[in-house]
């Protein structure tokens, strides 16, 4: 069974940083994925993908939060991370990490529970 745990949120001022780290099990390798993101939802707001990364490497963000994210993976210890800098109020958010894979032919999406990220003073 895969599953996705978040952790790194919390409590952040205005101007600081965050990294939140998602564990991935069930899967084997992450490098099995066709693709990894970071999603979040904003209070009243949809989900809205904040950031991803291919199998192959390549990364892409929302305009949102280019220059400030960076989305990493270790494909040894089956992680992805998500490096918040100079957060905004904005960024307030639960953030959520997806995995897509292909099996048998078909395409699966995977998610985990969330963590809550306030940039508040």
């Known amino acids: 069974q895969v599953q996705l745990v978040e952790s790194g949120g919390g409590l952040v001022q205005p101007g600081g940083s965050l990294r939140l780290s998602c564990a991935v099990s069930?899967?084997?390798?992450?490098?099995?994925?066709?693709?990894m993101g970071w999603y979040r939802q904003r209070p009243g707001k949809e989900r809205e993908l904040v950031a991803a990364?291919?199998?192959?490497?390549?990364?892409n963000y929302a305009d949102s939060v280019k220059g400030r994210f960076t989305i990493s993976r270790d494909i040894a210890n089956n992680t992805v991370y998500l490096q918040m800098s100079s957060l905004k109020p904005e960024d307030t958010a639960v953030y959520y990490c997806k995995l897509t894979r292909s099996l048998a032919g078909r395409e699966f999406d995977y998610r985990g529970q969330g963590t809550q990220v306030t940039v508040s003073s």
């Open positions: 069930g899967i084997g390798s992450i490098f099995g994925a066709n693709a």
């Open positions: 990364i291919t199998r192959g490497g390549s990364t």
